[in-house]
């Protein structure tokens, strides 16, 4: 079990938007603004696509958007577009797990 | 252009040891601040697992603490992950990642662990 809560799948069509939501509790996601997302295909390594909350990386879109609210993070990708179908993982920093914590991952699939 | 590869992946019996390692290129690893580990239970979610600081500094999750050993070789510019006493729930894919708190930027391909017996 992670100590990160992911839905297990989220969809869209192409063109709307989606939110993952990613929800710990005040010892990580809470305090810290060191919450991160990446985004996986099957059988690639993971990629940075949010850090700090909010920040994108050189390159990545900017139809992708972090935020956090309380204990939970969100990750919104507008104007879905068929590349954008992968795996999505949250990170957060935590006080209650020596360092880092990982949430399950959320499917997204485009339909 | 960074680049990381790691190797020293395979199958090993429970309680057994590896030694996994990361070339870098395009940087040097001794001057990068963190670099770490993360793994990934097939089908599952990624789990952090050690990271290393410039300073030789290293953490582990509590998983893998007491057994598993994070280190740096500035000369071969390589990061390694010494696993002894490993058990079935280390089974995973290996990353290696340069990172800062919980910003991964770049990662290798990945190298397959398969603990069993």
């Known amino acids: 079990q992670s100590a990160l809560t992911q839905p297990r799948s989220v969809s869209g069509s192409p063109g709307q938007s989606v939110t993952i939501s990613c929800t710990g509790t005040s010892s990580d996601v809470g305090t810290y603004k060191y919450v991160s997302w990446y985004q996986q295909h099957p059988g690639k390594a993971p990629k940075l696509m949010i850090y700090?909350?909010?920040k994108r990386p050189s390159g990545v879109p900017d139809r992708f958007s972090g935020s956090k609210s309380g204990n939970t993070a969100s990750l919104t990708i507008s104007g879905l577009q068929a590349e954008d179908e992968a795996d999505y993982h949250c990170c957060s920093y935590s006080s209650s797990y020596t360092s880092v914590v990982f949430g399950g991952g959320t499917k997204l699939t485009v339909l | 252009e960074v680049q990381l590869v790691e190797s020293g992946g395979g199958l090993i019996q429970p309680g057994g040891s590896l030694r996994l390692s990361c070339s870098a290129s395009?940087?040097?690893?001794?001057?990068?601040?963190?670099m770490s580990w993360v793994r990934q239970t097939p089908g599952k979610g990624l789990e952090w697992v050690s990271v290393i600081s410039s300073g030789g500094s290293s953490y582990s999750a509590d998983s893998v603490k007491g057994r598993f050993t994070i280190s740096r070789d500035n000369s071969k510019n390589t990061l390694s992950l010494q696993m002894d006493n490993l058990r079935a729930e280390d089974t995973a894919v290996y990353y290696c990642?340069?990172?800062?708190?919980?910003?991964?930027?770049?990662w290798g391909q990945g190298t397959l662990v398969t603990v069993s017996s």
């Open positions: 395009g940087f040097t690893v001794s001057s990068s601040s963190y």
């Open positions: 990642a340069t990172s800062l708190r919980t910003r991964f930027d770049n």
């Open positions: 700090d909350v909010s």
